[in-house]
């Protein structure tokens, strides 16, 4: 199935290789000096027909703070509830910690740069409007089983869902 459609759009670099990095959450054995961290991290923002919202932001896990902040934001500038909003949380190695104490000192430098992209994303956003179609194709979950990929841990070993630890999640 297709609809023709307007979305709004905007992508843009959270960091570069020029921001220091001071702990890599995802890693716990690896520290700053290693060459292991992410190039560039990208934050992105569509807009479907000012109705539903899809953020996608290159950390990998959204802190409950940063969720209601965007939350926040998105109803401010669109005036859309937190129920039509997706985050995804798209970075799948290592980013800076932004989240969880396990990791290591939060990197508080890196959440405000976050917020500062995420805040001129979607005003950006606000601005940049395109038709499209979008096709799209609806599916069912026959036996009501979904499996995340990740669970929470100290290593990055034990994102990884595996048959033994799949029942205990």
Same mark, same amino acid.
């Given at each position: 199935?297709?609809?023709?459609?307007?979305?709004? &759009?905007? +992508?843009?670099?959270?960091?570069?290789? @020029?921001?220091?990095?001071? &702990?890599?959450? =995802?890693?716990? *054995? #690896?520290?700053?000096?290693?060459?292991?961290?992410?190039?560039?991290? %990208?934050?992105? !923002?569509?807009?479907?027909? #000012?109705?539903? !919202?899809? $953020?996608? !932001?290159?950390?990998?896990?959204?802190?409950?703070?940063?969720?209601?902040?965007?939350?926040?934001?998105?109803?401010? @500038?669109? =005036?859309? =509830?937190? %129920?039509?909003?997706?985050?995804?949380?798209?970075?799948?190695?290592?980013?800076?910690? /932004?989240?969880?104490?396990?990791?290591?000192?939060?990197? &508080?430098?890196? $959440? %405000?740069?976050?917020?500062?992209?995420? *805040?001129?994303? !979607?005003?950006?956003?606000?601005?940049?409007?395109?038709?499209?179609?979008?096709?799209?194709?609806?599916?069912?979950?026959?036996?009501? $089983?979904?499996?995340?990929?990740? +669970?929470? =841990?100290?290593? /990055? #070993?034990?994102?990884?869902?595996? +048959? +033994?630890?799949?029942?205990? @999640?």
């Amino acid at each position: 199935m297709s609809l023709d459609m307007q979305i709004n &759009y905007c +992508k843009k670099v959270i960091i570069d290789s @020029t921001y220091n990095i001071k &702990y890599l959450a =995802g890693f716990s *054995k #690896r520290r700053p000096g290693i060459h292991c961290g992410p190039k560039c991290l %990208e934050c992105g !923002i569509i807009i479907f027909d #000012r109705r539903f !919202i899809l $953020i996608s !932001i290159d950390v990998l896990y959204i802190s409950d703070d940063l969720r209601d902040y965007i939350f926040d934001i998105i109803f401010e @500038t669109f =005036g859309v =509830g937190s %129920e039509s909003v997706c985050v995804v949380a798209s970075h799948t190695h290592s980013a800076p910690n /932004i989240s969880y104490d396990i990791f290591g000192e939060l990197d &508080y430098g890196f $959440i %405000e740069q976050l917020k500062k992209t995420i *805040k001129t994303c !979607i005003e950006e956003a606000n601005k940049n409007t395109a038709s499209c179609r979008v096709n799209f194709s609806c599916t069912s979950n026959l036996n009501g $089983i979904v499996v995340y990929r990740r +669970k929470l =841990g100290r290593d /990055i #070993r034990s994102f990884f869902l595996t +048959k +033994k630890n799949v029942n205990a @999640t």
